[in-house]
C-alpha cells in the first residue's frame, strides 16, 4: 500500500473477494514536495496537492485507508535499500545514460523484499495497485498488459522473476483509471481524487542535477557541444544535464530545433541535431531477462522503448548469454541508453533488457 488511490482500491477489492489482506508500507526516506496547482481548477479536482510517493504524508494516508478496511498494516523501513537504487540512478547519469529506476524499484523491493516479508508472513500472494494483469496461458502465470492502455505499467515489470508471477495478484488490471477512482468514491476511500505521483520518488522537485551533484559534484565537468560532424557549436558544465531526445535547456541559438542526440561521458561531448538525426532502426539490450523460455533463434515481437513510447514491431535476435540485437521495421525517435527494450506478444510480456547503443 503506497497511499495512492491504486493500492487501496486494490486492497479493497481483494476484501471483497473474500481474502485476508495485511497492508504493506516501503519507508523510503523520501520526502513529499508540496505542488502549486497548475490552474484553479486543480484545486476543485484535488485537495492532496502532492508529488512523488512513499513520503511520511503518504504513509499517513495508507494507514487511513488500512484502518477504514479494518486490515492489519506495517511500515517496513527500507532506506537503506533504497539508496542502492538512488545510487544506480546517479552513477548511470555519470555515464551519460537515462535510467529508469522504478523498473528497479518493483523488482528489488515491491516484489523482492516486500515478497520476502509476505513470505515470512505466511501469505500465499503479494497483490499491488499496478495497472498490469497476471494471466493464465497453458498452465503458466504470463505478465500481460492492462486494460487501461494509457495507465499500462507493464513495461515497468519485465524484471519481476518468472517465477514469483503465480504468486502476484494485480486487482485494478482490468480496470481504467476512471473506474478505479469511481470505485474509491462510492466506497468512501478518501484519497478518491489523490493526485498521481507521476515523477520520480525521490526527485519530487524534479532537479535531477541538484540530486547528482549532492551525491557526485565530480560528475559536473564541462565539456563541448558539438554537431554530428564536430563542429563546436557551444560549451556546457556537465553531461548529467543531457538526455537523448532533450530539445529544451540547450542555451543555444540555432535558428531551428534541434535535440540532443547522442553523449559520450568519455570525452564530456554532448552532440546536437535536428530531428531525423534521432532516428534509429537498431539497437543493442543487455541483461536481458526472459519472462519465457528463452528462444534461441530471431523472433518477432513488439518492443516498447520507453514507458511512453507505442511499441514498434521488430525482430529480436540473442546475440549471447543475455544480449539481444533488435532490428526495427520503421526507424524509432529518441532510442536511449539505459532505459529498458521490452519485447510483447500481444499483451504478453515476453522479456526485456536495458538498451545500449553500438
Not at 476484501?15 to 490552474?39: H, N, S, W
Not at 523488482?107 to 500465499?124: C, P, T, V
Request: hydrophobic residues 40%.
Amino acid at each position: 500500500m503506497s497511499g495512492g488511490v491504486d493500492s487501496s482500491v486494490a486492497a479493497c477489492l481483494l476484501l471483497e473477494q473474500g481474502y485476508e489482506v495485511i497492508g504493506l508500507f516501503m519507508r523510503t526516506g523520501v520526502k513529499a514536495v508540496l505542488d502549486e496547482p497548475a490552474c484553479p481548477a486543480d484545486e476543485a479536482t484535488s485537495n492532496r496537492p502532492f508529488r512523488g510517493c512513499c513520503s511520511a504524508a503518504d504513509a499517513a494516508d495508507a494507514r487511513d485507508v488500512a484502518g477504514r478496511l479494518g486490515i492489519p498494516f506495517y511500515a517496513l523501513d527500507f532506506k537503506e535499500s533504497f539508496e542502492s537504487i538512488i545510487d544506480h540512478f546517479v552513477a548511470e547519469y555519470v555515464r551519460g545514460r537515462t535510467p529508469n529506476p522504478c523498473i528497479l524499484c518493483n523488482d528489488q523491493l515491491k516484489f523482492g523484499r516486500l515478497a520476502e516479508y509476505g513470505r515470512a508472513a505466511d501469505a500465499d500472494f503479494i497483490a499491488t495497485g499496478h495497472y498490469a494483469r497476471i494471466v493464465q496461458h497453458a498452465g503458466q502465470a504470463r505478465l500481460c498488459r492492462g486494460v487501461d492502455t494509457d495507465k499500462d505499467q507493464s513495461y515497468a515489470l519485465f524484471q519481476l522473476d518468472r517465477g514469483i508471477l503465480p504468486r502476484v495478484m494485480l486487482p485494478i488490471g482490468e480496470m481504467t483509471k476512471e473506474r478505479v477512482r469511481d470505485y474509491a468514491r462510492k466506497r468512501g476511500l478518501p484519497l478518491f481524487d489523490k493526485r498521481e505521483s507521476q515523477d520520480i520518488c525521490f526527485v519530487p522537485d524534479r532537479d535531477y542535477a541538484r540530486l547528482i551533484r549532492d551525491r557526485r559534484p565530480d560528475a559536473f565537468r564541462p565539456g563541448r557541444i558539438v554537431d554530428r560532424s564536430g563542429r563546436e557549436l557551444g560549451r556546457h558544465d556537465g553531461i548529467v544535464n543531457f538526455t537523448i531526445g532533450q530539445r529544451r535547456g540547450l542555451r543555444l541559438a540555432m535558428g531551428k530545433p534541434v535535440y540532443v542526440t547522442a553523449i559520450d561521458a568519455a570525452s564530456d561531448t554532448v552532440t546536437i541535431g535536428p530531428r531525423e538525426e534521432l532516428a534509429r532502426s537498431e539497437l543493442r539490450a543487455s541483461k536481458v531477462h526472459w519472462l519465457i523460455d528463452p528462444p534461441t533463434e530471431i523472433i518477432e515481437a513488439d518492443v516498447q522503448i520507453r514507458y511512453t513510447h507505442k511499441a514498434a514491431r521488430a525482430v529480436v535476435e540473442p546475440i549471447g548469454a543475455d544480449c539481444v540485437r533488435i532490428r526495427f521495421r520503421e526507424p524509432q525517435y529518441a532510442i536511449t541508453p539505459g532505459q529498458a527494450a521490452v519485447f510483447y506478444d500481444g499483451d504478453v510480456v515476453l522479456g526485456g533488457g536495458w538498451i545500449d547503443l553500438e
